[in-house]
């Protein structure tokens, strides 16, 4: 499948797949969110496999794709709309900005529209979609869930929250994002109207700046540079976690495609080393141009980088778009594991239950906000939790089912291995 969407990402045409399984095909887009996608490049072969049930799925499954993404357009102009009435500043980011930059937008799914307020904002943001026919769901703090039934909005007034695999406190680094947003799309200010040379290990890319459908003057940007960085964190929290599809990595390598030869590479650097997210990049730049044939400029040993990258394409491609098709007790397990708990499976078994028995606060804020607030509050979010997990036994003994399995303690070392060799 990944050379599929590696045709698509260069405007390439595929060849007859006469051996491919158009279902074990369709499973797998399904998996990843891609089903859209891979229907488009497989025309051709549709038209000349037209009896098999499959070819059927993925006909379907590509119209109901477009008539979603038509939805949404429509949906996210009359929202902007409203935000402009009201004078709210605001700035999309991830997939509603990502989209434009695929050769055909309205193929790019997502699950809702990102956006990001200032903190003052976010109930006068929640006002015009609930004029919209918006309700909140849950009791997010940092984030806001809103939806119609059909659509969703999340709304942020962080881009992270504590600190994650690494003891980084990326809620700090991230904290400031919404001051350091652009009237305008594009580089940093400081390189608007000078020729930026790109290091010598980076290739050009062709495109210049997209900047979406929906224009105004509370619309605000982020700079290419604060982009990358953050998408490139984006995937790593969620490899650290249950695991990313493929189609997040795509997402980089046509933002690679694009806008490379425009961005400040010096600058991503620093700030990439600064926040220990360095070597993971480089390995990403790698898989983008082995993978989707982007070039970047990362250098790596040679050998060691098939290696890594095999390993890498098997744990994004079995865990689908978020890791949920993977047993989730592996997940837990590998939160278990340390270098004083690697060889010793008793170890990563009782720091795993312990993990799932006192959750670190930015978990917590899901069952009781105010902890984010006030943490001496963490406690008592635990019982809270605690008498639901009493109230809902089917949950409670989910998180605990696998834990004793040893195939999946060893499953769990590979995946924290990796991970480790790919820089989390």
């Known amino acids: 499948m990944i050379q599929i969407l590696a045709a698509f990402t260069n405007g390439r045409s595929i060849g007859s797949l006469r051996d491919v399984s158009l279902e074990a095909l369709y499973q797998a887009a399904q998996k990843h969110?891609?089903?859209?996608?891979?229907?488009?490049?497989?025309?051709?072969?549709?038209?000349?496999?037209?009896?098999?049930?499959?070819?059927?799925?993925?006909?379907?499954?590509?119209?109901?794709?477009?008539?979603?993404?038509?939805?949404?357009?429509?949906?996210?102009?009359?929202?902007?709309?409203?935000?402009?009435?009201?004078?709210?500043?605001?700035?999309?980011?991830?997939?509603?900005?990502?989209?434009?930059?695929?050769?055909?937008?309205?193929?790019?799914?997502?699950?809702?529209?990102?956006?990001?307020?200032?903190?003052?904002?976010m109930e006068k943001t929640l006002r015009v979609l609930n004029g919209l026919g918006y309700t909140k769901e849950g009791e997010g703090s940092a984030v806001w869930t809103c939806t119609n039934g059909t659509l969703s909005y999340e709304i942020h007034r962080r881009l992270a929250f504590g600190k994650c695999w690494n003891q980084v406190d990326y809620e700090s680094y991230f904290a400031k994002a919404f001051d350091r947003l652009q009237d305008e799309p594009g580089p940093r200010p400081s390189l608007r109207g000078m020729r930026q040379e790109a290091p010598q290990e980076v290739r050009h890319g062709e495109s210049g700046p997209v900047t979406g459908t929906v224009p105004g003057k509370s619309r605000r940007y982020f700079s290419l540079e604060d982009h990358f960085i953050y998408l490139c964190f984006h995937l790593a929290k969620h490899l650290n976690s249950t695991g990313a599809g493929i189609r997040m990595v795509m997402d980089i390598a046509l933002y690679l495609k694009a806008y490379q030869e425009q961005m400040d590479w010096n600058y991503i650097w620093e700030e990439c080393r600064k926040i220990r997210l360095d070597v993971f990049v480089k390995t990403l730049l790698q898989a983008c141009r082995e993978w989707f044939q982007v070039p970047s400029g990362a250098k790596t040993e040679k050998k060691e980088a098939e290696e890594v990258l095999g390993?890498?394409?098997?744990?994004?491609?079995?865990?689908?778009?978020?890791?949920?098709?993977?047993?989730?007790?592996?997940?837990?397990?590998?939160?278990?594991?340390?270098?004083?708990?690697?060889?010793?499976?008793?170890?990563?078994?009782?720091?795993?239950?312990?993990?799932?028995?006192?959750?670190?606060?930015?978990?917590?804020?899901?069952?009781?906000?105010?902890?984010?607030?006030?943490?001496?509050?963490?406690?008592?979010?635990?019982?809270?939790?605690?008498?639901?997990?009493?109230?809902?036994?089917?949950?409670?003994?989910?998180?605990?089912?696998?834990?004793?399995?040893?195939?999946?303690?060893?499953?769990?070392?590979?995946?924290?291995r990796l991970l480790k060799k790919i820089g989390l």
């Open 311 to 416: 390993q890498l394409a098997s744990y994004i491609m079995t865990g689908g778009v978020f890791g949920f098709e993977r047993d989730d007790s592996i997940r837990r397990l590998r939160k278990g594991i340390d270098d004083r708990t690697d060889h010793v499976s008793v170890l990563i078994r009782a720091k795993a239950l312990w993990k799932i028995a006192f959750p670190q606060r930015k978990h917590m804020v899901y069952f009781m906000p105010a902890v984010e607030q006030h943490p001496a509050l963490l406690p008592l979010a635990w019982i809270r939790r605690w008498r639901q997990g009493l109230l809902e036994r089917r949950r409670m003994e989910a998180a605990f089912r696998g834990l004793d399995k040893s195939k999946n303690v060893d499953e769990a070392r590979k995946q924290y």
């Open 33 to 121: 969110n891609v089903g859209g996608i891979v229907s488009s490049m497989l025309q051709p072969v549709l038209k000349t496999r037209a009896e098999d049930p499959a070819a059927r799925k993925f006909r379907e499954i590509c119209m109901a794709t477009i008539f979603r993404s038509v939805q949404l357009e429509e949906e996210v102009k009359m929202f902007a709309d409203r935000m402009e009435q009201a004078g709210i500043p605001y700035a999309f980011f991830k997939g509603y900005e990502l989209r434009e930059l695929y050769p055909d937008p309205e193929l790019r799914t997502m699950g809702d529209v990102d956006v990001l307020v200032r903190d003052e904002d």
